[in-house]
Nanobody
């Protein structure tokens, strides 16, 4: 399984970005796809996840601003990020958990300027 994340970039505070993560290889119909982020000097933290059935959950720090979604036909998960803040600056990683295994993508940098 390979994951390719894209969509990061530099944006001003209050702006928006949409991240995408496409999975390829042996993708099961039942899995959980998620986004994590890691800021400089900090541990990687969970941002949001979505099941193959569309059930979502997200961290309190992003609730109301970030929306996770997926396209099962394309094995792609998205993260719509609105009202971005400088503290959202981080490398964003996607992963997929299926059949007891966890696969990570390479990460995409998001930088929010004040």
């Amino acid at each position: 399984v390979q994951l390719q994340a894209s969509g990061g970039g530099l944006v001003q505070a209050g702006g928006s970005l949409r991240l995408s993560c496409a999975a390829s290889g042996s993708i099961f119909s039942s899995n959980i796809m998620a986004w994590y982020r890691q800021a400089p000097g900090k541990q990687r933290e969970w941002v949001a996840h979505i099941t193959s059935g569309g059930v979502t959950n997200s961290a309190d720090s992003v609730k109301g601003r970030f929306t996770i979604s997926r396209d099962n036909a394309r094995n792609t998960v998205y993260l719509q990020m609105n009202s971005l803040r400088p503290e959202d600056t981080a490398v964003y990683y996607c992963n997929v958990r299926q059949n007891g295994y966890l696969y990570w993508g390479q990460g995409t940098q998001v930088t929010v300027s004040s």
